[in-house]
């Protein structure tokens, strides 16, 4: 069974402050995504990685960061939050094996951010 | 226009009936189709997956692709209020790591 963990699951935090998201997968995935989910906006991806010390910018990358130094580890870096940073967040992992449902995306449970 | 469309209801349904939600996307590229149901303050869960075309069944749940409309559905025979959530579709092309993901229709079955 594949296991996605996510630090906390309620953060609340100051206007300006560095906040550290982090995310665990147990699968040995190769990939790894966070994403912001808002009401009327859906699913957004913010950063993604398919290897160790690898990323790639999302659709929206502004204001964060991302670092992944072991294979089963990926953390989103918000470096000065802000109010509009206020949202879930939500890590996944997926397989590189195509066309396998390994390779379809698994979430964590996700965490609420609230930027004071 | 976004490449994938979801009408975002909500749909409320009595127990028991059949229930129905779609979706449809432009870019013809796609081959990779999935459903994911979310409760509330949960993060989403895999429900169906299927490669190409096709229908794909699990219990109650009935998955179809429809590649020559750009059209996909799940089919939630027997509904139950555990059931309820919001449902969201997900698709992916051969290459390229991303999914791309509808907004999500909210369900409602009422007891």
């Known amino acids: 069974d594949v296991k996605v963990t996510q630090s906390s699951r309620y953060l609340v935090k100051r206007t300006g402050e560095k906040v550290f998201l982090e995310c665990v997968q147990d699968?040995?995935?190769?990939?790894m995504f966070w994403y912001r989910q808002d009401p009327g906006l859906g699913l957004r991806l913010i950063y993604f990685?398919?290897?160790?010390?690898?990323?790639e910018k999302g659709d929206i990358p502004e204001g964060y960061s991302v670092s992944r130094e072991k294979k089963e580890r990926f953390s989103l870096i918000l470096e000065s939050a802000s109010t509009n940073q206020t949202s879930m967040y939500l890590c996944?992992?997926?397989?590189?094996?195509?066309?396998?449902?390994?390779?379809?995306?698994?979430f964590g449970p996700g965490t609420r951010l609230l930027v004071l | 226009q976004k490449e994938v469309e979801q009408d975002p209801g909500p749909l409320s349904v009595p127990e028991g009936a059949i229930v129905s939600l779609n979706c449809t996307y432009s870019?013809?590229?796609?081959?990779?189709f999935m459903w994911y149901r979310q409760y509330s303050r949960k993060g989403p869960e895999l429900l169906m997956y299927?490669?190409?075309?096709g229908n794909k069944e699990d219990g109650r749940f009935t998955a179809q692709v429809d590649k020559s409309s750009k059209y996909i559905s799940l089919f939630i025979r027997d509904s139950q209020p555990s059931d309820s959530a919001t449902y969201l579709c997900?698709?992916?092309?051969?290459?390229?790591?991303?999914?791309?993901f509808g907004k999500g229709t909210s369900l409602l079955v009422t007891p």
């Open positions: 996944a992992s997926s397989s590189e094996d195509r066309g396998d449902v390994r390779e379809t995306q698994y």
């Open positions: 990685s398919y290897d160790v010390k690898m990323k």
């Open positions: 699968m040995d995935h190769e990939n």
């Open positions: 299927t490669y190409s075309s």
């Open positions: 870019n013809s590229a796609f081959q990779y």
């Open positions: 997900a698709m992916k092309a051969n290459s390229g790591y991303a999914l791309n």
